[in-house]
């Protein structure tokens, strides 16, 4: 078998038409990715082996497989786990997936330590996520700890105290029926849940302390004291209504000269 002649396909210029002269006759046999033309020096005149076509074959599944990730990468930057999954669900072989990550990394086309300070950088520009989580997130697509713990030196904790302490001002300029207790004790859960250690998230509640709004505190309490106050009401006498108002309010994080206060404004 010798190729008798190659052309250009007309919607994939990338691709090269194989013919093979049979004798007889002269038929289509087979394409090729340009990558795989030059490799094996494909021409016409060529003669072709069963063994060599075997070779070219292979060859051709891993570019196209190669064209698929380029791809798949030109939306975004990959880590090389989410490289291997897509290949994986492309039912590519362990070893072609091999020499493909092989080629990406050589071509500097897949690099998971500038994955993850590009990733850093968006989640700190972006979003009220602290570093435990943020690592977390790196975790899943298959970033290593050496190299999350690099990207995240960009977090630093100044950086972490600041955004920590952005987040706790906004939730704290909400309007809101709880205690100035626990509205503090709602940022910090939110804080923690967010990704920020313990030391950033005390230094933040320590400073956000003293915005305790006094009218903001009575109509909160007022609000809670008449609730139970109508729980309670006709349920108890006066003196265990009265108590249980108090512990009611005391675990809403009222402080007992504030609870004190109410109580007597409601006698």
Known sequence: MKISKITTQKKNKQRYNIFIDYGSHEEYAFSVDEEVLITFELRKGLALTDEL???????????KAYNKVINYLSY???????IRTYLKKEEITEGQ?????NRLKDSDLIDDLEFA???V??????????????Q?????KGISD???IMALEQFPPEGQKEKALKIAKKRLNRRSKHSFQKQLDQVRAALIRNGYS???????IKEVADYRNSDEEWEAIVHHGERFERRFSGKYSDYEARQKIKEGLYRQGFHISLINEYLESRS
């Open 146 to 148: 050496q190299n999350a």
């Open 198 to 204: 313990a030391d950033i998230v005390s230094k933040a």
């Open 76 to 82: 975004r930057m990959r880590t090389e786990q989410e």
């Open 117 to 119: 300070k590009m990733f």
């Open 97 to 101: 997936i091999h020499r493909i990550v």
């Open 136 to 140: 977390k997130e790196l975790h899943a």
């Open 121 to 134: 950088r968006t989640r700190m520009n972006t979003s009220v996520k602290g570093p435990g989580l943020i």
């Open 53 to 63: 076509l075997q070779q070219i074959e292979a060859e051709d599944n891993i570019q």
